[in-house]
């Protein structure tokens, strides 16, 4: 499996095919998927690519970096593990049941 890239700033006209053409320039795009509102469907304006290698990704990242796609310029890197959710959800804090 090769290396997985974040990709931000999109412009909110591209879809998932446009983003993958774009990198299939450099190689083999094995998944592209801008992620979207879910209520809304709309774009949050950044995605993730995933290339077939090391190699492919690493000339993505450096020839993509900054360039214009739609009339923005888009930040191209190498996509971080993500970091566990801390904490439980609730946040009721000092609630008490019975109070009297």
Same mark, same amino acid.
């Given at each position: 499996?090769?290396? =997985?890239? !974040?990709? %931000? @700033?999109? +412009? !909110?006209?591209?879809?998932?095919?446009?983003?993958?053409?774009?990198?299939? /320039? $450099?190689?083999?795009?094995? +998944? #592209?998927?801008?992620?979207?509102? &879910?209520?809304? %469907? &709309?774009? =949050?304006? $950044?995605? $993730?690519?995933?290339?077939?290698?090391?190699?492919? /990704? @690493?000339? #993505?990242?450096? =020839?993509? @970096?900054?360039?214009?796609?739609? %009339? &923005?310029?888009?930040?191209? +890197?190498?996509? =971080? *593990?993500? #970091? *566990?959710?801390?904490?439980?959800?609730?946040? &009721? %804090?000092? $609630?008490? +049941?019975?109070? !009297?």
């Amino acid at each position: 499996m090769g290396k =997985k890239i !974040y990709v %931000g @700033n999109l +412009s !909110y006209n591209m879809d998932d095919q446009t983003l993958s053409q774009v990198f299939s /320039a $450099f190689g083999t795009v094995e +998944s #592209a998927r801008i992620v979207t509102d &879910r209520d809304s %469907g &709309r774009s =949050k304006g $950044f995605g $993730f690519v995933e290339m077939a290698t090391d190699t492919e /990704a @690493n000339t #993505a990242i450096e =020839k993509l @970096n900054g360039s214009d796609q739609l %009339g &923005r310029a888009m930040n191209v +890197s190498e996509a =971080k *593990p993500m #970091a *566990p959710r801390e904490g439980g959800g609730g946040g &009721r %804090g000092n $609630f008490r +049941s019975n109070r !009297y």
